[in-house]
Nanobody, 124 residues
């Protein structure tokens, strides 16, 4: 079992930056691959970024590639999402997710553990 708590969301102007954090409970964080998903009003939850257990492998949605960076600090049981050059279409609730296993997955259904979400709003 792992519990996830996101933080770092807020209101930012287009072109600005935010860094989201996701703190995980437990002593087995290193055995989990992690991901960020987002859900805009009236839309399905969608994949944003994922990272494997070591941080050595990552993947991104095409819509955020080159602007967002996922990373993790296994000593702090924390995964991050650095978001640069934000656009109004990035506005959504951002969710942290975890799955037991060392490889990453981009599918929402692969993740068993979810945080409560943090709101990101980008104004034009």
């Amino acid at each position: 079992q792992v519990q996830l708590v996101e933080s770092g969301g807020g209101l930012v102007q287009a072109g600005g930056s935010l860094r989201l954090s996701c703190a995980a409970s437990g002593r087995t964080f290193i055995s989990y691959s992690m991901a960020w998903f987002r859900q805009a009003p009236g839309k399905d939850r969608e994949f944003v970024a994922t990272i494997n257990w070591s941080g050595g492998s990552t993947a991104y949605a095409d819509s955020v590639k080159g602007r967002f960076t996922i990373s993790r600090d296994n000593a702090k049981n924390t995964v991050y999402l650095q978001m640069n050059s934000l656009k109004p279409e990035d506005t959504a609730v951002y969710y942290c997710a975890a799955r037991s296993g060392t490889s990453y997955y981009t599918s929402l259904n692969a993740y068993a553990y979810w945080g409560q979400g943090t709101q990101v709003t980008v104004s034009s």
